[in-house]
């Protein structure tokens, strides 16, 4: 079954303590993302990545680390994470552009205390 | 700076009425523009719209885009209690920046 696989679903830290959230697809695609999304403000894009080796930064970049080391995983990666980046966090993958329909994961939600 | 502006932010209707959601966009190198649908999870994609005037169908849904204003409609007819849900319009750029820009969406109640 073709998907896009996050985890931990849900996670409760504190500030400071560095922590990973992974990111599998298995549909071969090039091009993978995340996504942060918080009431009132909708999805906004963190980084993505068109391909091994090729991450760019998003709307909103600031205070997060990706790496693309192979096709399937894309991690998102809080060296310090502070209370600001409690939200749903969403990895998706497509094709090869974001122009494309994106598949979505399931969800993380953080917890920052 | 790139922006997609959703209208209404919310909206609540009976079962059979038909809705009209709004997606107008500000980007600087336009490829695609597309919606997708959010229930309890992940959103799922709807249509992908490139061209201006063409409409693109599915069941009771419809969207079409027109690149001059530059905005995009999404129609939902006989709308049930199933199509409740966050309804997200997203365009992507090109030419050095493939990123993805989402408006804050709209939430439709669809009442029985």
């Known amino acids: 079954e073709a998907q896009v696989t996050q985890n931990p679903r849900y996670l409760i830290t504190v500030t400071g303590k560095k922590l990973t959230v992974t990111c599998s697809q298995n549909m071969n695609h090039e091009y993978m993302s995340w996504y942060r999304q918080d009431p009132g403000l909708g999805l906004r894009q963190i980084y993505y990545?068109?391909?091994?080796?090729?991450?760019d930064k998003g709307d909103v970049p600031e205070g997060y680390k990706v790496s693309r080391k192979e096709k399937r995983n894309f991690p998102l990666i809080l060296e310090s994470p502070s209370p600001n980046q409690t939200s749903l966090y969403f990895c998706?993958?497509?094709?090869?552009?974001?122009?494309?329909?994106?598949?979505f994961g399931d969800g993380t939600r953080l917890s920052i205390l | 700076e790139d922006k997609v502006v959703q209208s209404p932010l919310s909206l609540v209707v009976h079962e059979g009425d038909t809705v009209t959601l709004n997606c107008s966009y500000e980007?600087?190198?336009?490829?695609?523009l597309l919606w997708y649908k959010q229930e309890k999870k992940a959103p799922t994609f709807l249509f992908m719209l490139t061209s201006s005037g063409i409409e693109k169908k599915s069941g009771r849904l419809s969207s079409i885009l027109d690149k001059k204003e530059p905005f995009s409609i999404l129609n939902i007819t006989a709308t049930q209690t199933g199509d409740s849900a966050i309804y997200l319009c997203?365009?992507?750029?090109?030419?050095?920046?493939?990123?993805?820009?989402f408006g804050k969406g709209t939430k439709l109640t669809v009442n029985p």
């Open positions: 998706a993958s497509s094709f090869s552009t974001g122009s494309q329909p994106q598949h």
């Open positions: 990545s068109m391909n091994v080796e090729v991450t």
């Open positions: 997203a365009v992507a750029t090109q030419g050095g920046s493939e990123k993805l820009v």
């Open positions: 980007v600087t190198n336009f490829r695609s």
